[in-house]
């Protein structure tokens, strides 16, 4: 099973707004159930940080859409490995909420990288304190 870890950018000045998050989730959890992919996202509607697993070749096949995606703009890979299992388990979105409280949302942050390896932890987290 292969995991991906990337981050992108939202194209424009504004980035996305949150309906368009919503619709680009929609959609991704319909391709992603389909294709056997799960993971996690992490936005602030203008960074995305995303972990992709599954098979090897679902898994490059949704990273290929979305780097032709034209929503999406200076996408790199933070990194690429085999995994035994799923270290995400079903597919989860971190996205701080309006008025949410930023140690309440940290500790949500925390959660849902608790059975990843050191590293993709230490991205997912610290990514998060620093988009804040």
């Known amino acids: 099973m292969l995991q991906l870890v990337y981050v992108s950018s939202a194209r424009g000045e504004s ?3 949150p309906s368009t998050v919503a619709r680009i989730l929609h959609v991704s959890r319909i ?5 056997g992919v799960t993971g996690a996202l992490y936005t602030d509607g203008k960074r995305f940080l995303q972990a992709l ?3 090897e070749e ?10 032709t995606d034209p929503r999406h703009q200076a996408v790199v890979t933070l990194s690429s490995r085999k995994v035994e299992e ?5 597919w989860a979105m971190a996205q701080r ?8 949302f940290m500790d949500r942050v925390s959660r849902l990288v608790k059975n990843c390896a050191p590293g993709v932890q230490a991205t997912f987290e610290s990514f998060a304190a620093i988009r804040r």
């Not at 909420?97 to 309440?104: K, Q």
Request: glycine share 14%; charged share 40%; no cysteine.
């Open 15 to 17: 980035g996305a707004d």
């Open 31 to 35: 391709n992603n159930s389909r294709d």
């Open 53 to 55: 697993e599954g098979p």
């Open 58 to 67: 679902a898994v490059s096949g949704a990273y290929a859409r979305i780097k």
């Open 86 to 90: 799923r270290e995400f388990g079903d």
């Open 97 to 104: 909420l309006p008025g949410e409280d930023e140690r309440h």
